[in-house]
């Protein structure tokens, strides 16, 4: 990639970034409200995503070889029990993720 191609590369993606960063505040200006439709999706959005990543994470996991799936199980409750005592999508996943870090590298060698 030439020079020019790099700095043609670097300005689009910036320009992407800068665009994505500030064209929801350009649409959706305070004077009106927000429609029904973007509402929807900023409710149950983040709950699918979370949905679909628990998913992705299981999709290889063989419950009838190896360790049987019990380290990414557990390490499931423990987001789980995580996020009904806190409510905190972050503290949870962070929770998950480091129970499930420890199990690996310590229990199930």
Same mark, same amino acid.
């Given at each position: 990639?030439?020079?020019? /191609?790099? &700095? &043609?590369?670097?300005?689009?993606?910036?320009?992407?970034?800068?665009?994505?960063? $500030?064209? #929801? $505040?350009?649409?959706?200006?305070?004077?009106?409200?927000? #429609?029904? $439709?973007?509402?929807?999706?900023?409710?149950?959005? #983040?709950? +699918?995503?979370?949905?679909?990543?628990?998913?992705?994470?299981?999709?290889?996991?063989? &419950?009838? /070889?190896?360790?049987?799936?019990? #380290?990414?199980?557990?390490?499931? +409750? +423990?987001?789980?029990?995580?996020?009904?005592?806190?409510?905190?999508?972050?503290?949870? &996943? +962070?929770?998950?993720?480091?129970?499930?870090?420890?199990?690996?590298? $310590?229990?199930?060698?």
């Amino acid at each position: 990639m030439t020079v020019t /191609q790099q &700095i &043609i590369t670097i300005g689009l993606c910036v320009l992407g970034t800068v665009l994505t960063r $500030f064209l #929801p $505040f350009i649409v959706f200006s305070e004077n009106r409200t927000t #429609p029904e $439709f973007i509402q929807y999706i900023g409710k149950y959005l #983040p709950s +699918a995503v979370f949905g679909m990543l628990v998913i992705y994470c299981l999709k290889n996991v063989n &419950i009838l /070889q190896g360790n049987h799936g019990l #380290p990414e199980f557990i390490s499931i +409750a +423990a987001t789980v029990l995580l996020h009904l005592w806190k409510r905190e999508m972050l503290i949870s &996943i +962070a929770g998950g993720t480091i129970c499930y870090m420890l199990l690996l590298h $310590f229990i199930f060698v």
